[in-house]
């Protein structure tokens, strides 16, 4: 009975030790945090705002922050100026000597808050400032003293101050933009050069500095708790960031963020939400950050294009990212002129960029000049890359190109020169054969210089080096060279069963094969293997392997190489971390109006290249949710060309047998008539539909008796001024209403019977990015052959 009381004592301590991990946001010394999925987190007494691990991208990242709780997408305003993710099993803890510190799963430190001693307890303030609390009460550190890229009501910056963006959506390390409050008192946005950290002209500046009287220059940023944010200069008097009169009344959610792409934004959010709105923005620096000469949101050779305010990058044809993870980073050019001394103007040509200029660093510039003058320039010089043609004017430049820009409204055309038998491309790697060939070539070349005796014996090596590939081709009963002609890197079947694990994570399945899961070095590929046992296979293969490895575009899936060995038919694609669009579109969760206007827009972007730009005209035949993939930004990808048709220049339609995905096809396909690359807009026209309103192309009733077709739905709300119940009432897409409609009326001139009415994917560009004004669309299906029960008859 003695042990009894005991116990009880043991027990009540223990369970004060418990509570007192977080009481009304106090968190205890000795308290820890483990990142894992729905790990708990420490939590402001009003539980507004969280301290713990964010899992970023649902990957086996984890990202100590601070957050918005009770916001839907949980938005993040602090973490650790490094931004570096953890895995999972990593701890945070409140130590009695350090403060936070931060450890991997081995125990090795990660980040610590600072040398700091005498702590008493920690505080999530409701405010959004996680506080350490000393012994004698005091704050001994502050994460509001520490900002990253947000700044929140309360907070306060006094000069010296820095807040930098974030490298890109997923990637929190430092990016290329800071926010500093200068010595001088001034309030100014820089881009930097994040190898030696130099700064360019400023973006944005609030010119609160006085060279004569340091009184009337800038002293504090102040962010106030009504959520007004103002420069509060020496004499007592206020510059306002935020512009009077112009934060909505209410109980609302304030920041400040400088976002990724170098805008700095105010935004609010309502308290009482119902999950469906979004953070709306107040004011934001710079106007047009596109237009900044020695800054800009783009990197060198990028293009920076606006929408609804918000800079864009993209690279133009002929280049791609230099690091895919960073979209508004430099871009590498697929093919660089250079002054050999067999430089000669006929091996090149020019790809034609509208509406595109990059205005600085030109070298020559020729007024007055035509086009046919300014193109001949360049070609005759061997530094020009590219030559601007504008206003009856010529300037010719070299690369790297910056500040480059879209301005739709600016008549400009960018000629962009490249080889005509362009073999720059290098493969990843040599298969073991090509190996074999290559050292033998390499060894010749120095023995070569020699002397006779070592030529005469190369020749001999040479010789059965060839006898003995020779000898292993004719083994071979499937020759690879007549199954491929396309110049990529070849693997052998035992190397994607390594890569693949055996074949073990299945990604997807289709008609012809299913796609797993695989690492090749350190990069993440997907690996479809075609199924053998199908007849034909072998010329879907070719069909597949020689279509993508023609093409080059960033709405497309990159091809990186083929496997062709005995029965065995395998492709490595680039691996697209967040799915397929139709698990994007038709989840519990509905996507922002914003990523499915992109998603949108990327997908007729890829069209369009598949139609218009490849050197052989490519019709896809089988454009569906399910073969459109989203990388890790969201941003689509064309996949699957195991069912094209490849059309000669000088052809504009074509017989073949019935293709594609029912819902998706177009009625040319029943009616033994010529098809077209039409087919595919028809295709996109529905999946245009289905990406507006979330909802599938065709939904069959109860025992398949009736079925509801979206596109006639479509057109019925369209008639009738119901675009609210075709979206069911998405806020986010009906505050941009006048988007709405553009996006409906494309994907209903898309889909029209009549071929000839449905417009090219240019076109189609042009329109959804509202370039081109959008007529009224006629009734899509007016001589329809199949009526359903649901069909409304078109008036």
């Avoid at 800054?295 to 133009?316: K, T, W």
């Avoid at 949108?600 to 369009?608: C, P, Q, S």
């Amino acid at each position: 009975m003695a042990m009894l009381p005991l116990c009880l004592i043991l027990l009540t301590n223990l369970l004060h030790f418990l509570s007192a991990q977080q009481t009304n946001g106090y968190v205890s010394v000795g308290a820890s945090l483990t990142a894992t999925p729905n790990a708990s987190s420490w939590l402001s007494s009003s539980g507004e705002f969280a301290f713990g691990f964010q899992q970023i991208q649902g990957n086996d990242n984890f990202l100590l922050s601070i957050w918005y709780d009770k916001i839907p997408d949980k938005t993040i305003v602090w973490y650790p100026k490094d931004g570096h993710t953890v895995p999972s099993g990593s701890k945070v803890e409140l130590t009695g000597g350090t403060g936070l510190v931060l450890t991997d799963p081995e125990g090795k430190q990660i980040w610590t808050s600072g040398s700091i001693s005498n702590i008493a307890s920690g505080f999530m303030n409701d405010t959004g400032n996680f506080v350490i609390i000393g012994s004698d009460s005091r704050n001994i550190w502050e994460s509001f003293n520490h900002p990253t890229d947000t700044m929140l009501p309360t907070q306060v910056m006094a000069r010296g101050g820095v807040i930098s963006s974030k490298m890109s959506k997923t990637n929190f390390s430092a990016g290329k933009f800071q926010l500093r409050f200068q010595l001088d008192g001034n309030f100014v946005l820089y881009t930097l050069d994040i190898i030696s950290g130099s700064t360019g002209n400023p973006n944005y500046n609030t010119g609160t500095f006085n060279v004569s009287s340091s009184t009337n220059s800038g002293y504090q940023y102040i962010f106030n708790a009504t959520g007004y944010m103002y420069i509060l200069k020496g004499n007592g008097e206020k510059y306002e960031l935020t512009p009077r009169d112009s934060l909505p009344s209410g109980d609302y959610y304030h920041r400040a963020t400088l976002d990724y792409d170098g805008v700095f934004a105010q935004y609010y959010y309502p308290k009482n939400s119902d999950g469906n709105q979004r953070w709306e923005v107040v004011w934001s620096e710079p106007e047009n950050i596109c237009k900044i000469d020695g800054g800009g949101a783009c990197g060198l050779n990028n293009v920076c294009s606006l929408e609804d305010n918000r800079p864009i990058c993209e690279c133009p044809q002929g280049f791609s990212l230099l690091d895919s993870n960073v979209p508004n980073g430099d871009c590498k050019p697929d093919f660089a002129p250079s002054c050999d001394e067999d430089y000669r103007e006929e091996q090149f040509d020019f790809i034609e960029l509208n509406n595109i200029d990059w205005p600085q660093h030109d070298y020559v510039h020729m007024d007055p000049s035509n086009e046919e003058s300014c193109k001949t320039s360049c070609l005759k010089d061997c530094f020009c890359a590219v030559a601007i043609y504008r206003d009856s004017q010529c300037w010719r430049k070299q690369i790297p190109l910056s500040n480059g820009r879209k301005d739709s409204s600016v008549i400009v055309k960018a000629f962009l020169k490249f080889s005509n038998g362009n073999h720059s491309l290098q493969r990843p790697e040599f298969s073991r054969e090509d190996k074999n060939r290559r050292s033998l070539i390499l060894l010749g070349s120095a023995l070569l210089s020699t002397s006779v005796f070592v030529i005469i014996f190369l020749t001999s090596v040479i010789c059965i080096g060839f006898f003995r590939v020779y000898k292993k081709r004719s083994l071979n009963p499937y020759p690879s060279s007549k199954a491929v002609e396309a110049t990529l890197p070849r693997f052998t079947y035992q190397e994607l069963v390594k890569a693949t694990d055996g074949f073990k994570v299945e990604l997807g399945k289709g008609a012809f094969g299913a796609v797993y899961k695989g690492v090749i070095g350190t990069k993440m590929v997907a690996v479809k293997k075609l199924h053998s046992l199908i007849q034909d296979v072998q010329k879907e293969f070719k069909i597949e392997v020689n279509t993508i490895a023609r093409t080059n575009h960033k709405n497309l899936v990159q091809l990186l190489g083929y496997c062709d060995e005995g029965e065995q038919r395998l492709l490595i694609y680039e691996y697209m971390s967040n799915g397929t669009l139709a698990g994007f579109l038709f989840e519990d969760t509905r996507p922002s109006w914003k990523q499915r206007s992109n998603v949108a827009i990327g997908i007729a972007k890829g069209l369009a290249y598949l139609h218009e730009e490849c050197s052989t005209q490519i019709i896809h035949c089988d454009i569906k949710p399910q073969n459109i993939l989203l990388d890790e930004h969201c941003d689509a990808k064309i996949a699957d060309f195991g069912l094209a048709k490849i059309l000669m220049l000088n052809q504009s339609r074509t017989n073949t047998g019935i293709r594609g995905t029912k819902g998706y096809v177009a009625p040319e396909w029943f009616r033994n008539t010529l098809v077209s690359v039409k087919v595919d807009v028809y295709s996109f026209g529905v999946l245009l539909l289905e990406i507006v309103s979330c909802r599938k192309s065709v939904v069959f009733e109860s025992d398949n008796e009736d079925m509801e077709v979206l596109t006639d739905f479509a057109w019925d709300c369209y008639q009738k001024g119901l675009l609210d119940t075709f979206v069911e009432n998405d806020s986010e897409a009906l505050d941009d209403y006048k988007k709405l409609t553009r996006f409906v009326m494309v994907g209903l001139w898309c889909v029209q019977e009549n071929p000839s009415l449905r417009p090219t994917m240019r076109k189609v560009i042009q329109m959804l990015e509202g370039g081109l004004e959008v007529a009224e669309p006629p009734c899509p299906f007016p001589y329809s052959l199949t009526s359903f029960k649901s069909f409304n008859e078109c008036g």
